[in-house]
Nanobody
Framework: QVQLAESGGGLVQPGGSLRLSCGASGIMFSIYAMGWYRQAPGKQRELVAR???????NYADTVKGRFTISRDNAKHSVYLQMNSLKPEDTAVYFC?????????WGQGTQVTVSS
């Protein structure tokens, strides 16, 4: 059974930092492209950052320079380091795994940026 489990969300003040983690089980993790998406209330889910199986990364323009995605194939995990957080970063953050036409999603973790 495939499972993607996110953790690390929470409440943080503007300008603060959080590190999200996503642990994967039931897949050959190293061959999957991994991504972080987010969905704010009343908005569509959007890509935040993606890392390929080879380690190439891309980011949404809104988070470039503030967020960093990384992966540890030995730990079957992907991470999202979020710095200089803004209130507009408030959303549920989802982990995503993609290989060819196969896609898996985690359940999400809430990130709230507020003073």
């Amino acid at each position: 059974q495939v499972q993607l489990a996110e953790s690390g969300g929470g409440l943080v003040q503007p300008g603060g930092s959080l590190r999200l983690s996503c642990g994967a089980s039931g897949i050959m993790f190293s061959i999957y492209a991994m991504g972080w998406y987010r969905q704010a209330p009343g908005k569509q889910r959007e890509l935040v950052a993606r890392i390929s199986s080879g380690g190439s990364t891309n980011y949404a323009d809104t988070v470039k320079g503030r967020f960093t995605i990384s992966r540890d194939n030995a730990k079957h995990s992907v991470y999202l380091q979020m710095n200089s957080l803004k209130p507009e970063d408030t959303a549920v953050y989802f982990c995503n795994a993609v290989n060819n036409k196969i896609t898996y999603w985690g359940q999400g973790t809430q990130v709230t940026v507020s003073s």
